[in-house]
C-alpha cells in the first residue's frame, strides 16, 4: 500500500501516493454544461463526488497575512506581480529572503496562522468586519508518481481566490459558495509544496451577490481544500437519478477525462440487483439508462441510499445515492407519485453558537437536527449553495433540499459578466449536487426587483438550469404585490418557474398582528404555493405581551396569524418560514434587540428555542396528520 506522508503544520496523514507527469488531460466540457465565461481557463470544469477519491486533506492551521491595499498582490505602481515578465515578488513568491532580497517586508514564517475550512471573521478581533485581501498559506508534503492525475480542490472560498502552487499562479475563482479545482498533475514537487491564496471577499455591485445582503460576508476559505489523485484516465463526472416522470428508470450519464480511452464503464447498484456496462464514446461519455425492478424509493420517512459503484478501466468511484420523483401536478408537488406539503424551515450556514460559517459535520448535523425538531420534511439552504457535507446529511437525515444561488436584491441585471457569473455559479451548484435526492429543488434567486432587464437575466437562469437537470423543480423566491388587503403575485417570472413561491411578512414589515388577519390572498397561478418567507424579530428571553415588538409573544402570535391567514390559499402546498436560528448581519443595528444579529431566529443565539418553535412543531404536526390521512 502506497501511502503519501503529508505533513501538515499539525498533522500527519497517510494516502495512497500522489505521482507526476501525468498524460495531456483532455478538456472536460461536462455534458449538457453551457460554456460559462466567467470561469477561469485555468479551472477545470467540476469534479463529481471529489471525497469518493483518494484525497489528501490540506485543511488544518494555515498562516495568514491580511493585506488591504493587496500589497502582495500589486507592485508600488499598481502592477500585479503574478503578470510581471519574472511572474515573482508577490506574496506567494516562495523563494528564500536571500534570493528574494533581505528587505521584503512579509514572512509566512513568522505569521499568525488561523483554522482551514473557517471564515477569517470569527477567528481574529480585527477581521471581524474586515472586508479586502487575506493571504493564506499551507506546505504540504508530496510523493507525486507519474500516470497519476492530480487535483487541487476547494469547497468554497468567499469571494475572489487567486491560487499558487510553489510560487507560480494556478488561476483565479470567484463566487463564494461553490467549488472549484486546477488540474495540478506535473506541478507538485517531490517533497516540501506551499500553496498559497490570495482571498478577497470585497463586495462589489457588479458580482454575485452585489453589495447588499442581509447576512455577514465571511471572508476566506471557508470549506474543505484537497489533494485529489486519480488514474490516468478517470471518471470525471456521472448523473444517476430517476428519469423525468418514469420511476422504473435510473437514467444520466457518465463522462471520463484523461489521456487514455477507456472503453466502457460499469454501473453497479448491488442491493438494488444492478449491474450494467456501456460502451463510452470517442469522447469518453456514456448515455445511462438502467430499469430498476425493486427499489426503495428515497423519502424523508424512509431516506434510502444506495451505494453505487462506477468503474472504467483503472477507475473506480463509489457514491451513496438515493431515487425518488419530485413533480408538480396542478397545485399539487408529488415525491414519488404521492402529494406531499412542505413542512419547512429556511436557515443560513452559519452556527449561532459558535461564530462563523459552519465548519463540519457537527454543526451542520445539529442545524438539521433542529429542523428535524420542528417535524421538518423540508430545509431552504438559503441564500447560497450550502456545503456538500450539508446535502449529503440531508440526503441521510430525510430532509428535502431547496437550494439556491445568491442572486439576491440588486444585481446588475444589464451587465453580461454578471449574468455569466450567475449562471458558473448556478451551474455549479447543480453539478456538484445533481445526485443529491434531497435536492428537490433549484432556486435562482431571492427577492429581485421587477424590471425587464431583470426579467430576461432570471429567465435565462431559469433555462440554464432546465438544460442541466430537467429531473428538478426550478424556483425564486418572489416578491408579492400588495393593494390594500389584497395579495397577488404579479412577477412574470411566475410563469416560468414550477412554483407559486414567494416571500410576505403580513405583521412585521406591513401590518401588525392585530391587523395582518385581514389581509386577502388572491393567487391565479394553476402551480402550489409555497411561502418561502415569513417572520418576526424576537429577542430571546424578552416576554411582553403579544402587541409588543420585538417580544417572543409577539413572534409566536404572529406565527399562529400566518397559519389562519395562509390558510385561506387553496393552493398551499408549503412554506419556509424565516428563519430557524438567530444569525448575524450587518444590517441589524438596533443596539438593544439587534447588535448586528437577525433576531428571526426560532432559535436564539445561544442555541435557545423561543415561544414560536413550539407553534410551528404543532402546527407541522397537525399537517403531517392532515396529509397522512
Ligand atoms: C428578506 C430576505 C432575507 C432577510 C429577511 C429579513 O425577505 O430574503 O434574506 O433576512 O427578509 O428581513 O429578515
Redesign the pocket.
Known sequence: MRHLVAALLACVLHCPALAADPPQVVDVQLAGQPATAARDSALMAPLQNVYGRSHLSLNGRWSYIIDPYENGYYDYRRQAFDASKSGKGGFYDDRKPKDKGDWVEYDFERAPTMKIPGDWNSQAEKLQLYEGTVWLRQVFEADPKPGRHYVLYFGAVNYEAHVYLNGKKLGMHKGGFTPFQFDVSGKLAKGRNVVVVKADNTRRQDEIPTVNT??WNYGGITRDVLLAEMPATYIADYKLQLAKGDARHIEGFVQMAGSGKAQQVTVAIPEAGIKASVRLDANGRAAIKLPVKKLDYWSPEKPRLYTVELMAGEDRVVDRIGFRTIETRGQDILLNGKPVFLRGISLHEENPLIPGRLRGQGDMRMLLQWAKELNCNFVRL??YPHSEEMTRLADEMGLMVWAEVPV?WTISWTNPATLANAGTQLTDMIVRDKNRASVVVWSVG??TPISAPRNAFMGSLVRTARALDDTRLVAA?LEIHRTGRDITINDPLASEIDLASF?E?AGW?WASNAEMLDFRFDIRLDKPVVIT?F?ADALGGYHADADTRWSEEYQDRLYQNQFRMLAGIPGLRGMTP??LADFR?PRRQHPYFQDFW?R?GLISDDGKKKQAFWTLKKHYDEVQRRYEN
Open positions: 442581509d447576512w438559503a441564500h439576491y431571492n427577492e423566491a416571500n411578512y414589515y418567507e417572520g424565516w428563519v448581519s437577525n428571526k
